[in-house]
């Protein structure tokens, strides 16, 4: 980084017009970065594709595809950074790097931090000044006084308008639907977003790449215009510049200005001291010798020089600041529990038992939501679209009330329907038979029936759910059924006998 | 075979032409009709909901003649009276005596067209024939003659100068039935039945036969109340009412006028499929027509354009399906259903 090459006007600027200043800079050179980001997100969009199209893991597509969004964030932010200073943001070299990007911004793809309100004033901190660890944390803590609520703002902003257009998109396309048409999407627009069609979720995961291809560039730029802005602000940058263009002009004459100025500047930003470029781009350059500053550092110029500026009348004055301070009481030498008093001593156990209950509570909430979450996991399973997590084997069969379990039911259901049916206790011998052939359904055929299912539904189930001939079996059996449970009439014994013959055929896998 | 038996089977046939009447000048429409064939083989009274054209009259017209019976209509206006409903007494300055002059409800078959165009003394007067079948004029009573259905009718588009029907009287009413538009094929024979060979736009019904006599309808009437529930087909029903009470996003539930319509009009679903026996199925399929006027939604839910049907969609998933007493299988050491 040279402050000098900088190929933008470096002034303090409020943060909505830093912003803008960010887009800005994403307009200058949205050639190279919409090519950077094509070559970068392609890829990505085709794997989501095919794992829509040739594996069971489709409803993952859109997540993971969006999880890896930093990926192509590094990769404009280098192109930004670079062009800022003046340097070639070579596009063949910007996508070499990605990899190298990729892995400076891991903190982002592989942890919570993906969800960061701020990322787009979070990542120039990580990529651009190479920290990591506690050194990040600090450096975060500086810039994010000044900016992570507007960090949040950016985010909160790009968030809903990617929305809003991936909607609007989504709803234009459906208005183009002729209306002969519309009824095999569903009765509304809004059915798009849950069908179980492939075709579907290419077509939705599709439209948010449109809609993040219009926003994404933007979002990384105003978030990067933030930064430049509070490292300006905060490392006064401006008059840094201001100061070396001068030195350059008047080399000879000026140098105990320049020397002045680079004196008092400390004494301005007091977090300059780690705010360094350490990009691996760029730090050569910082590391080499600032030219405009050669042969002002002898002590012959610079202790008169101080001392001339310590006794002008402009470092003279003093200024009276109150303030509120907490009084730290770390130190057990400072103040003893005896000094503070038994009422305050009580007041702060007191507190310190109310967040420890408090913090308790918090715990058992969040382990009753996830103990909730995992009772209720054949509700939300089968969502996900994991073949593994909706095994039928696995399913849970509900049915009039109650759960249907394979200890329920005899192990060879056609014997025991005989031998109920020679016994005379044919109702027996019917609910048997049907609840053997709902069990059925379910695990060997992976038929679903929701918990209210009624003898209609559970028809109505497996014929959606099966081939013709099982269905019109499984009809058969439930017409039996409902006709002696509900109408008390006994079927007759060579048809009850029949459905046990041909049950083998249909059902039984299991057994 | 039961005699119950033989006359259901017998009824089955019976109701399975006066569909296809109805259905030759009422095309396109299978569920209303249904429904319709539903409340009358339960002596009920239907709301019918739709936009005006949907050749309701037609229905009504239809299937007075396919039953032999009477039919009339009443356009329902803001200055209808009572007495334009029931009937009044005029003098005879001949006879020097009061005659009485019955009012339309003498009938058979009554559309009560936009009923909530007129205020709530004239609803009313239909609405106290409706529930007791019979008619006070000058203080005298008059029974009707059965059997006596009546389909008031309502626009869900125009609300300017209505008077919506109270929670009370829309209880009176069986089911409640929302007509809408044919499909494209409905629509083409409708255009094609009413324009071929036919001067102006006159409802005709000259091509629907009786295939019953009024008779035969209290006879089916009668043998549909005789048709055999299953106590815990019963116990759904009123499971199924009272959770309209129980349920969020309801702000009134259906009181137990609800689960006596479902029942009524579950016997008469059996019927129509020609069983004997009412199953869980039939229940299902009654109660949403049979609830929907009979449950007042949130305000929040009606601000975010909910509807009664979804909310009973929801609730008839959330009702478990009746548990029909399973035996305990012998061979298991653990009980089972």
């Given at each position: 980084?040279n402050?000098e090459?900088v190929?933008?006007?470096l002034?303090p600027?409020?943060e909505?017009?830093?912003?803008?200043?960010?887009?800005r800079?994403?307009?200058?050179?949205?050639?190279a970065?919409?090519?950077?980001?094509f070559?970068?997100?392609?890829?990505?969009?085709?794997?989501?594709?095919?794992?829509?199209f040739?594996?069971?893991?489709?409803?993952?597509?859109m997540?993971?595809?969006?999880w890896?969004?930093?990926?192509?964030?590094?990769?404009?932010?280098?192109?930004?950074?670079?062009?800022?200073?003046?340097?070639?943001?070579?596009?063949?070299?910007?996508l070499?790097?990605v990899?190298?990007?990729?892995?400076?911004?891991r903190i982002?793809l592989?942890?919570?931090?993906?969800?960061?309100?701020a990322?787009s004033?979070?990542?120039?901190?990580?990529q651009?000044?190479g920290?990591?660890?506690?050194?990040?944390?600090?450096?975060?803590?500086?810039?994010?006084?000044?900016?992570?609520?507007?960090?949040?703002?950016i985010?909160?902003?790009?968030?809903?308008?990617?929305?809003?257009?991936?909607?609007?998109?989504?709803?234009?396309g459906?208005?183009?639907?002729?209306d002969?048409y519309?009824?095999?999407l569903?009765?509304?627009?809004?059915?798009?977003?849950?069908?179980?069609?492939?075709?579907?979720?290419?077509?939705?995961?599709l439209?948010?790449?449109?809609?993040?291809?219009?926003?994404?560039p933007?979002?990384?730029?105003?978030?990067?215009?933030?930064?430049?802005?509070?490292?300006?602000?905060?490392?006064?940058?401006?008059?840094?510049?201001?100061?070396?263009?001068?030195?350059?002009?008047r080399?000879g004459?000026t140098?105990?200005?320049?020397?002045?100025a680079l004196?008092?500047?400390?004494?301005?930003?007091?977090?300059?001291?780690?705010?360094?470029?350490?990009?691996p781009?760029?730090?050569?350059?910082?590391?080499?010798?600032?030219?405009?500053?050669?042969?002002?550092?002898?002590?012959?110029v610079?202790?008169?020089?101080?001392?001339?500026v310590?006794?002008?009348e402009?470092?003279?004055?003093?200024?009276r600041?109150?303030?509120?301070?907490?009084?730290?009481?770390?130190?057990?030498?400072?103040?003893?529990?005896?000094?503070r008093?038994?009422?305050r001593?009580m007041?702060?156990?007191?507190?310190?038992?109310?967040?420890?209950?408090?913090?308790?509570?918090?715990?058992?909430?969040?382990?009753?939501?996830?103990?909730?979450?995992?009772?209720m996991?054949d509700?939300?399973?089968?969502?996900?679209?994991?073949?593994?997590?909706?095994?039928p084997?696995?399913?849970?069969?509900?049915?009039?009330?109650?759960?249907?379990?394979?200890?329920?039911l005899?192990?060879d259901?056609?014997?025991?329907?005989?031998?109920?049916?020679?016994?005379?206790?044919?109702?027996?011998a019917l609910?048997?038979?049907?609840?053997?052939?709902?069990?059925?359904?379910?695990?060997?055929?992976?038929?679903?029936?929701p918990?209210?299912?009624t003898?209609?539904?559970?028809?109505?189930?497996?014929?959606?759910?099966?081939?013709?001939?099982?269905?019109?079996?499984?009809?058969?059996?439930v017409?039996?059924?409902?006709?002696?449970?509900?109408?008390?009439?006994?079927?007759?014994?060579?048809?009850?006998?029949?459905?046990?013959?041909?049950?083998?055929?249909?059902f039984?896998a299991?057994? | 075979?039961?005699d119950?038996?033989?006359?259901?089977?017998?009824?089955?046939q019976?109701?399975?032409?006066l569909?296809?009447?109805?259905?030759?000048?009422?095309?396109?429409?299978a569920?209303?009709?249904?429904?319709?064939?539903?409340?009358?083989l339960?002596?009920?009274?239907v709301?019918?909901?739709?936009?005006?054209?949907l050749?309701?009259?037609?229905?009504?017209?239809?299937?007075?003649?396919?039953?032999?019976?009477?039919?009339?209509?009443?356009?329902?206006?803001p200055?209808?009276?009572?007495?334009d409903?029931?009937?009044?007494?005029?003098?005879?300055?001949?006879?020097?005596?009061?005659?009485?002059?019955?009012?339309?409800v003498?009938?058979?078959?009554?559309?009560?067209?936009?009923?909530?165009?007129?205020?709530?003394?004239?609803?009313?007067a239909?609405l106290?024939?409706?529930?007791?079948?019979?008619?006070?004029?000058?203080?005298?009573?008059?029974?009707?003659?059965?059997?006596?259905?009546?389909?008031?009718?309502?626009?869900?588009?125009?609300?300017?100068?209505?008077?919506p029907l109270?929670?009370?009287q829309?209880?009176?009413?069986?089911?409640?039935?929302?007509?809408?538009?044919p499909?494209?094929e409905?629509?083409?024979?409708?255009?094609?039945?009413?324009?071929?060979?036919?001067?102006?736009?006159?409802?005709?019904?000259?091509?629907?036969?009786?295939?019953?006599?009024c008779?035969?309808v209290?006879?089916?009437?009668?043998l549909?109340?005789?048709?055999?529930?299953?106590?815990?087909?019963?116990?759904?029903?009123?499971?199924i009412?009272?959770?309209?009470r129980?349920?969020?996003?309801?702000?009134?539930?259906?009181?137990?006028r609800?689960?006596?319509?479902?029942?009524?009009a579950?016997?008469?679903?059996?019927?129509?499929?020609g069983?004997?026996?009412?199953?869980?199925d039939?229940v299902?399929?009654?109660?949403?027509?049979?609830?929907?006027?009979?449950i007042?939604?949130?305000?929040?839910?009606?601000?975010?354009?909910?509807?009664?049907?979804?909310?009973?969609?929801?609730?008839?998933?959330s009702?478990?399906a009746?548990?029909t007493?399973y035996?305990?299988?012998p061979?298991?050491?653990s009980?089972?259903?």
């Amino acid at each position: 980084m040279n402050l000098e090459n900088v190929t933008v006007e470096l002034r303090p600027r409020s943060e909505w017009e830093a912003t803008d200043f960010g887009a800005r800079m994403i307009r200058r050179d949205a050639r190279a970065i919409y090519l950077v980001w094509f070559a970068v997100t392609l890829p990505f969009l085709a794997l989501a594709l095919l794992l829509i199209f040739f594996t069971p893991y489709g409803a993952w597509a859109m997540l993971l595809y969006w999880w890896f969004e930093p990926v192509a964030d590094g990769a404009i932010l280098r192109i930004i950074s670079r062009r800022l200073f003046g340097e070639d943001a070579d596009i063949a070299a910007t996508l070499k790097a990605v990899p190298r990007l990729a892995w400076l911004n891991r903190i982002f793809l592989l942890t919570p931090y993906r969800l960061h309100f701020a990322r787009s004033v979070a990542m120039p901190v990580t990529q651009l000044e190479g920290l990591k660890g506690s050194a990040r944390r600090a450096r975060s803590k500086v810039l994010n006084m000044k900016i992570f609520n507007y960090g949040i703002g950016i985010t909160a902003a790009y968030e809903h308008l990617v929305l809003a257009l991936y909607f609007g998109i989504m709803l234009i396309g459906y208005a183009f639907i002729p209306d002969a048409y519309r009824h095999t999407l569903g009765d509304t627009w809004l059915e798009l977003f849950w069908m179980e069609s492939n075709v579907a979720a290419a077509i939705g995961l599709l439209t948010f790449y449109l809609a993040q291809t219009a926003l994404q560039p933007w979002f990384v730029g105003a978030g990067f215009g933030l930064y430049i802005n509070c490292r300006t602000q905060l490392e006064a940058w401006d008059i840094e510049v201001a100061f070396r263009r001068m030195v350059q002009r008047r080399a000879g004459a000026t140098a105990a200005i320049a020397v002045l100025a680079l004196l008092v500047m400390p004494l301005l930003s007091p977090p300059v001291a780690i705010a360094q470029e350490t990009d691996p781009d760029v730090a050569e350059e910082t590391a080499e010798p600032d030219p405009g500053f050669a042969g002002f550092w002898s002590d012959d110029v610079v202790v008169p020089a101080l001392e001339s500026v310590n006794a002008s009348e402009a470092l003279q004055t003093t200024q009276r600041v109150e303030d509120w301070q907490r009084i730290r009481t770390d130190d057990p030498e400072e103040e003893t529990s005896k000094d503070r008093g038994w009422s305050r001593n009580m007041l702060d156990a007191f507190f310190e038992l109310f967040s420890r209950a408090i913090e308790f509570a918090l715990w058992i909430g969040v382990a009753i939501l996830l103990l909730i979450v995992f009772l209720m996991r054949d509700r939300w399973l089968p969502y996900l679209g994991l073949p593994g997590a909706t095994a039928p084997s696995q399913r849970r069969i509900f049915l009039a009330g109650g759960e249907l379990t394979a200890e329920q039911l005899p192990d060879d259901i056609v014997a025991a329907v005989r031998s109920a049916w020679r016994a005379g206790r044919k109702r027996e011998a019917l609910s048997i038979l049907y609840r053997g052939s709902v069990f059925a359904a379910v695990r060997e055929y992976g038929v679903r029936l929701p918990r209210s299912a009624t003898e209609g539904a559970c028809v109505g189930a497996v014929t959606a759910q099966t081939d013709t001939s099982r269905a019109e079996f499984f009809r058969r059996v439930v017409h039996l059924w409902v006709r002696c449970a509900y109408g008390n009439q006994d079927p007759a014994e060579d048809a009850v006998l029949l459905l046990c013959d041909e049950w083998p055929r249909h059902f039984g896998a299991s057994q | 075979m039961t005699d119950q038996q033989t006359d259901a089977g017998k009824l089955y046939q019976q109701v399975q032409a006066l569909r296809s009447e109805i259905e030759r000048a009422f095309i396109g429409q299978a569920t209303v009709v249904d429904h319709i064939v539903l409340a009358l083989l339960t002596a009920g009274h239907v709301l019918l909901e739709g936009v005006p054209g949907l050749g309701k009259t037609l229905l009504v017209k239809s299937m007075s003649k396919a039953i032999g019976g009477e039919f009339s209509r009443i356009q329902f206006t803001p200055d209808l009276m009572p007495s334009d409903v029931s009937g009044h007494a005029v003098y005879d300055p001949k006879s020097e005596t009061f005659r009485v002059r019955r009012g339309p409800v003498f009938t058979n078959l009554l559309l009560a067209d936009e009923i909530n165009r007129a205020p709530a003394k004239t609803q009313a007067a239909l609405l106290e024939v409706m529930q007791e079948n019979q008619v006070t004029i000058e203080g005298q009573s008059a029974r009707l003659k059965p059997p006596f259905m009546a389909v008031a009718t309502q626009n869900p588009v125009e609300h300017e100068g209505t008077y919506p029907l109270p929670e009370a009287q829309l209880d009176r009413f069986l089911f409640k039935v929302l007509i809408d538009y044919p499909d494209h094929e409905a629509e083409k024979k409708i255009v094609s039945a009413v324009t071929t060979e036919r001067v102006g736009d006159s409802l005709y019904v000259d091509d629907v036969k009786t295939v019953m006599s009024c008779a035969d309808v209290i006879a089916a009437q009668q043998l549909v109340a005789r048709t055999r529930i299953d106590e815990v087909v019963l116990d759904y029903a009123v499971r199924i009412a009272r959770q309209t009470r129980q349920a969020s996003g309801i702000r009134m539930g259906a009181g137990p006028r609800g689960a006596i319509s479902i029942v009524r009009a579950s016997r008469a679903c059996a019927v129509l499929q020609g069983r004997d026996f009412v199953t869980p199925d039939d229940v299902r399929k009654v109660a949403v027509p049979a609830l929907r006027h009979r449950i007042a939604l949130a305000p929040e839910l009606e601000i975010e354009a909910y509807r009664p049907d979804d909310i009973l969609g929801d609730i008839l998933e959330s009702v478990d399906a009746p548990r029909t007493g399973y035996p305990v299988c012998p061979s298991l050491s653990s009980p089972s259903y």
